[in-house]
C-alpha cells in the first residue's frame, strides 16, 4: 500500500520511483507504446519526463529520439512536450497536437495514420518491429496484481503483453469508481487462430475488467494525481442544431419507413462539436433505448445516459469536459453498469461493427460530387488529425454518415468540392453526406445523381452555381459519363485557395 | 421428371415453358435480380427473350427498360444483349461487358458500383426498392423442390428469397456433380438480430447445399443446355510472371521471418491473367497445404487442387477455361470434396474475411505514390469494369496485395502516377503493390517513404525520373510535408493522356 493508496500489490508498490527514474528506462531508440485515447488515459508524468531527458541529451549533443505507438490522441504533456523536444521519430496510429502536426507537416516527424481497430494486430503481427518499453496509465492495482484500467484502454492490452518493459503510471485522480467498467477481452489472436467474438449486444461483456502484466517486465511505477485533458465543449452553435436537425429527421424517417428498429441501431459518433450537437438533438428527440457502440464517450451521450434516453454505451475511452467529469465521478456507480470499455481492438472491430449494423457518424474535411470523403488531409498535403476510427465504423457500418459545415475559414473554403484533394472513404463507403443545408442520401444513386443531390441539399448557396457550372461542363466534355470529371480543373479549387485564400473565384 | 431429368419436383416440372412465355412475365420498370458471377451461373436463354421483347416494344414506340441486378458480371447472352437493346435502366453491382461498360460510358446507362458483399444487404434493408422478378440459373430440381446451384451462388439466395415472381432456368450443361458441393448459409439476419457466423476454417460448412424457393412464386421454368462464358486464359507472358516471382519471393520471406505460417493463410485471388499466374507460380513453389477464401475458384486454381498443392478451396462462383471446364466435369466429384461454394454474402463477408486472415490479391488499374490504388476508372471518368469483391477483400484482409504491369498501351499508360484520378482503396488499406519491377512493401512507412519504394520498386524506368522529380518538387513546395503533392500537376499525367495518347511528355 502506498500513499494513494491505489497500489495494493506489494511486489508492485515496491517499484514505485518518482518519474525521472522510471523514464530513464527509455532509451534513444526505443519504440514506446503508451496508453491514453482522445485526451484520456495518458500518463502524465512519464512523457514529461523524458521530454526533459531527451531535452538535456540533445543540449549535450546526443541523439535522443523514440518511436511513439498510442491508442490514438493524448495531450500536451505526451504529443505536445515529445514533439517540442524533437524527441519523436515516428509516431501511430492518431494525433491531434498542434505541435505535433506542425513537425509532421514541416517534414520534421514521420506519421503513420493508421485504421485504430487495426494497429494491435499489426503489432502482434510484428510488422512494425518489437516494442521496447509500455507506458500506461491504470487508475490502480489489485492485491493480485491486476490493474484497473483508467479513462481508456485503448491499446493498453497489446502494449502491456508485447513490450519487454513496462512503466506503469497509478492516476489518484481517476475515479475509484471505475474498477469493474472495463470488459477487456483476451480472446483475440493471429489467424488462423482467431475464433468468432462472441458479443451480439453493445452491452455484453466477454472479457474480464482487468488488464494483465507479468510483474516481472514491470521495471517502475510512478504515482499521479493529475487530470486528463478535458476541454470543454462549445455549445451548440445554429449550424451545428440545423445538421443535427436533418440527421435526426433522416432517421425518424428511416424509421418510419420500417428501415430502421424504433430504438435505432447501436451509434457510433465522432468527437467534436458538431457529434456533441447530435447527441444534445437525440437528447430531444422521441427516439428511446439508444444504445451506442463507438469509441469515444463524449458530454452529449453522458446526458443521454443520464436522461434514460440511452441504455447503454460501449466505449473505448471518455472524452468529457471538466463540468462532465465531476458529474461523472459523483455518479460513477450509478454509470458503472451502463458504461462500458473495452479494448480499441473491440471497440472498433469490423466484425462488430458489421454484425451490430452501427449508425457511424463522423465529421470530415471536405466531400466531392460524387460521395468520396478526405478526413485527414487540408489542400491534399497537410495532415490535420488523422483517420483515427472513422474507416473502422464507415467501412463496415450499416449506414455511414459524414457531416460538416458546408464552408470553413469564414466561407473562403467550402466542404463540398468538385474532388477532394485526399480520399480517406471512397464513393463505395458513403452513404449519406449532412451539412447544416441539407441531407444527401446517397445509397443506391449512380455518380451523376448522387453529384445532383450533393450540390442541391449540402452545398454552400455560394458555391452551388460554381459546382453546378463545373457538373454540366464535366458531363458535356468529360473523358466518360460514368463519373464526369475536368481532370485539368478538378482540383483547381484548392489550388486557388494556396494561392488567393479563398476558393471562390475573385 | 421433364426431358433432361433435371427436374424431379412434380409441381415445378409443370411449369415449364419456352424462354419466351418466360420472359413474359418480366414488365417495363420491373426490378430483375438475375443470378451469374463473372461468366458463370447466369441465365442464358431468359435475357435473350426478354432482349427481343424489348426490342420488340421498342420498335412498337412502346418504353421497355428493366433495373438488373447480379452477382457480378454475366455474359453476352446478359448483359450484353439487355445493353444492346437499351433495356436497362440501372445496373448493379459489377459488370465486364464491352457494350453495357460503352453505354455507361455515354451516359445512357445508370451504374451502380458496390462492394459484392454489400449487396445482399443493401436488397432486404428494402434501401433499394422491391426486387419484382428473379431469373435464376440452377442446375437441378430436387422431388422436394430444393433447387441444385449452378456453377455460381452469387446473390441467388437473396433473390429467390426477396422476389415476388421468381423464374427457373435449369440447364442441363451444368455437371449433374455439381450437386453437393454448394454450402448456402440461411443465418444471416439484419441488426440488431445478427448472429457470429460459426466459420472458423475456409472448408467449414454451416449451410445446406440446396437453395429454397417457395414453389409458389415460381412463375416459369425454363430448361436450356448451353455452356458458360468460358473464355481461355492468355499462358503467362514474361511480365505475370515476374509479377508472381516478387509475389512469392515476398510471401517465402514472410514465412522465414515467422510473420506468416508455412502454408500461408486462405488466398484470395482476382480474376484475370496476372492472378491466374500467380496461381500458375504457387504450383512451382514449395508451399503446400494452401487454401483459398476467394470469390472465384479460375483455372489456376484447378490446378493448384488437383496437384494436390492446395488443400481447399471456397468461393462463390467458378471461372474456367473450357480446357477447365472439360477437366472439372470429368472429375468433379474428386473435386466436390475440396471446393465449397458459397453465396457472395460469405465468400466475401467482412467478418470472415478478417478473421481468416485473407491474403488478398487484387488486379488494379492504377497506383499513386502514396499507395493509393484505382480499381476502376480510366482517366478519373471512365469506368471500366467495377470495384467487384477487391473491397471486400482488401479492407479487412491480413495483408492486401495489388498487382498489375507497370505499364499500359504500349508503354503510354503508367501503372504508377503521382496521383490516381479515382480512389477505390485508400492508403489507409494498401500494404504492397506489386509490378513486374519489383514489390513496395508500403506497410509501417510513412508517406514519404512510401513514394520513395513505389518509384524505386514498381515504376517503368521511362516514367521513374519523372515521378522522382515531381516528388523532389512536391517536398520542397507542397503545402504540407506529410503527404507532398503539387495540386497544379497532380492529375496532369492523366490530362496529357487524354489529350496525347500518352502520359510521357512529347
Redesign the interface.
Known amino acids: 500500500m502506498t500513499a494513494t493508496g491505489r497500489i495494493r500489490h506489494a511486489g508492485l508498490a515496491a517499484k514505485v520511483v518518482d518519474a525521472e527514474q522510471a523514464a530513464a528506462h527509455i532509451r534513444h531508440g526505443d519504440t514506446v507504446g503508451m496508453s491514453g485515447f482522445t485526451g484520456a488515459g495518458y500518463p502524465k508524468a512519464v512523457p514529461q519526463a523524458l521530454a526533459r531527458r531527451i531535452t538535456a541529451a540533445h543540449d549535450a549533443g546526443d541523439p535522443f529520439r523514440v518511436d511513439v505507438w498510442t491508442g490514438a490522441s493524448t495531450a500536451p504533456e505526451l504529443d505536445g512536450a515529445l514533439a517540442a523536444a524533437d524527441g519523436i521519430e ?1 509516431r501511430l496510429p492518431y494525433q491531434s497536437d498542434p505541435v505535433s502536426r506542425q513537425k ?4 520534421l516527424m ?6 485504430l481497430s487495426h494497429v494491435a494486430q ?1 503489432a502482434w ?5 518489437p516494442l521496447d518499453v509500455a507506458v500506461v496509465e491504470v487508475s490502480g492495482i489489485t492485491a493480485e496484481g491486476d490493474l484497473v484500467p483508467s479513462s481508456s484502454i485503448g491499446n493498453n492490452k497489446t502494449w502491456l503483453d508485447r513490450a519487454e518493459r513496462v512503466v506503469l503510471e497509478v492516476n489518484a485522480w481517476q475515479s475509484a469508481d471505475l474498477e469493474g467498467m472495463h470488459d477487456v477481452y483476451y480472446g483475440t489472436a ?3 487462430d ?5 458479443l ?2 453493445p452491452g455484453d461483456r466477454i472479457g474480464v475488467p482487468y488488464l494483465r502484466v507479468d510483474p516481472a517486465k514491470v521495471v517502475a511505477v510512478v504515482e499521479s494525481d493529475v487530470p486528463d485533458r478535458n476541454t470543454a465543449f462549445a455549445a451548440p452553435d445554429d449550424t451545428a442544431r440545423r445538421i443535427a436537425g436533418h440527421l435526426i429527421e433522416f432517421l425518424e424517417h428511416e424509421v418510419s ?3 430502421l ?1 424504433a430504438q435505432l ?1 447501436p451509434l457510433q459518433s465522432g468527437v467534436g462539436n458538431v457529434a456533441n450537437a447530435v447527441l444534445a438533438g437525440l437528447e430531444e428527440s422521441r427516439f428511446e433505448q439508444l444504445t451506442a457502440y463507438t469509441e469515444v464517450i463524449q458530454d452529449g451521450m453522458l446526458d443521454l445516459l443520464r436522461s434514460g434516453r440511452m441504455t447503454l454505451a460501449s466505449a473505448t475511452a471518455f472524452s468529457l469536459s471538466p463540468a462532465a467529469v465531476d458529474d461523472f465521478t459523483a455518479h460513477a456507480r450509478d454509470f458503472r453498469n451502463r458504461i462500458v470499455l473495452r479494448p480499441q481492438e473491440i471497440s472498433n ?3 462488430l461493427v ?4 452501427v449508425l457511424a457518424m463522423n465529421g470530415m474535411i471536405e466531400a466531392d460530387l460524387y460521395g ?1 470523403v478526405n478526413s485527414t ?7 490535420q488529425n488523422g ?1 483515427g476510427g472513422s ?1 473502422d465504423f464507415a ?2 457500418a ?1 449506414i455511414s454518415f459524414f457531416v460538416t459545415p458546408s464552408t470553413a475559414k469564414g466561407g473562403a473554403i467550402s466542404a463540398i468540392v468538385p ?1 477532394v ?9 458513403v452513404h449519406v453526406i449532412v451539412t447544416e443545408h441539407g441531407l444527401a442520401d446517397l ?4 455518380p ?2 448522387r453529384a445532383q443531390v450533393v450540390v442541391d441539399r449540402c452545398a454552400a448557396p455560394e458555391y452551388r452555381p460554381l459546382l453546378t457550372d463545373y457538373v454540366d461542363r ?2 458535356a466534355a ?8 475536368l ?2 480543373e ?3 479549387w ?2 486557388r485557395y ?1 494561392e488567393t485564400g479563398s476558393m471562390l473565384p475573385s
Do not use: C, K, W
Request: hydrophobic fraction near 35%; charged fraction near 25%.
Open positions: 515516428l509532421i507537416n514541416d517534414g514521420e506519421y503513420i495514420d493508421v485504421h499489426l503481427e510484428g510488422f512494425l518491429g493471429l489467424p488462423p482467431r475464433r468468432p467474438i462472441q451480439v449486444h419507413r420500417g428501415r428498429p441501431l472491430h469490423p466484425e458489421r454484425r451490430l449494423g468520396n488531409h487540408l489542400m491534399g498535403s497537410r495532415i483517420i474507416g467501412r463496415n450499416f474532388m484533394s485526399h480520399v480517406d472513404h471512397t464513393e463505395h463507403d445509397r443506391g444513386l449512380a451523376r445523381r464535366a458531363q468529360a473523358y466518360g459519363r460514368h463519373t464526369p470529371h481532370l485539368a478538378a482540383l483547381s484548392h489550388v494556396v
